[in-house]
């Protein structure tokens, strides 16, 4: 019968050595599958993948930027998937998975909940599952690292019903509003590159002719690249429903403007205009309340008189106002 052991060096091997991880290589003999699980490799892993024969272009890649990749080669196969961090800035970090036999190693720089996820699976294997032997487990692992991301997609979902609420809601003004959807946009673009990393892999492993992952998982894989492009569907859908929110926020933003500009306007028109008459109105009654003589006042019937030609000049200023479009209804 098949027997699954696993392996953990949570931290820096050197307490391990590399004895014991050669031990953990010659377990995988026989029937035996093997998990190491390795936490910030240091020199010590890097001398016990050499004596494994990895090739060492992906040893340097492991200790270097991992990109996401699904390299087979002669005797072992080598993967690296962005996986979700553990802290609470929701980034990704790289996973790197390293085939060889009947072992399956896991490292990494950070912690990823996936992890522990998968070493439940581990320890709740079935005995008929058991039989695939580690391409089993390999989709048990990617397996884990898509279902983390279920959840969290779920709550940005509600974020965004939340957002979307906030944005078409006239009764009250919401503080952060933009802040909070440009901050679910950079969760989503998170999201985004572990599911398309995980994408990219799954799609490598089943192309035709490749024969990355043993005949008889290969349903399992299937299914695993479906559920990859269903995230990277939604993910995408919520990133473009908060794009398309912050857009409608804006545009609410600049009608406000728009419409306090043309308010603005108004009134200043209106005040231009009440100055533009009393001005020389002003000046008609200076000129003619001075103390002096010379002034025919008398001529034009007096105090009355100066009164009744400021009327007439306002209103003839009204109407010439009025004529030109620049209060009421222009007649052009």
């Excluded at 953990?8 to 091997?13: F, L, N």
């Excluded at 802290?87 to 998975?97: G, H």
């Excluded at 679910?184 to 002719?209: D, F, Y």
């Excluded at 004529?323 to 209804?329: A, E, T």
């Amino acid at each position: 019968m098949v027997e699954v052991r696993f392996h953990d060096i949570s931290s820096a091997s050197k307490e391990a050595g590399i004895e014991s991880l050669a031990r953990t290589a010659e377990a995988t003999e026989g029937d035996h599958v093997a998990w190491l699980d390795i936490m910030q490799p240091d020199e010590t892993v890097r001398e016990f993948l050499l004596s494994l024969e990895i090739d060492e272009l992906i040893i340097e890649d492991i200790f270097g930027h991992a990109d996401t990749t699904a390299l087979k080669f002669s005797n072992h196969r080598y993967i690296v998937i962005n996986a979700r961090d553990a802290d609470n800035r929701l980034d990704t970090e790289p996973l790197a998975i390293v085939l060889l036999n009947n072992l399956i190693v896991t490292l990494r720089h950070s912690a990823i909940p996936a992890i522990n996820v998968f070493r439940k699976r581990v320890e709740e294997i079935h005995d008929d599952d058991k039989q695939l032997g580690v391409d089993f487990l390999l989709y048990e692992l990617l397996d884990a690292v898509a279902d983390d991301w279920t959840p969290i997609l779920g709550r940005y979902s509600r974020d965004l019903d939340e957002l979307e609420f906030q944005v078409f809601d006239p009764s009250k003004k919401y503080d952060d509003l933009l802040e909070g959807l440009h901050d679910l946009k950079r969760k989503l673009r998170q999201a985004n590159r572990s599911i398309e990393s995980l994408h990219s892999v799954t799609m490598r492993m089943m192309k035709p002719g490749e024969r990355f992952v043993a005949y008889n998982v290969q349903q399992y894989f299937s299914d695993l690249h479906q559920l990859s492009i269903s995230l990277l569907k939604r993910c995408n859908n919520y990133s473009a429903g908060a794009t398309s929110s912050r857009d409608t926020y804006l545009s609410n933003i600049s009608m406000q403007l728009s419409e306090s500009n043309a308010q603005l306007t108004e009134v200043m028109t209106t005040l231009t205009i009440i100055g533009a008459i009393m001005l020389p109105l002003t000046l008609i009654a200076g000129i003619f309340g001075m103390n002096n003589d010379d002034l025919p006042t008398d001529t034009i019937g007096g105090f009355w008189g100066v009164m009744t030609f400021m009327t007439v000049f306002a209103i003839l200023m009204l109407v010439y106002f009025w004529r030109k479009g620049w209060i009421g209804s222009p007649k052009r």
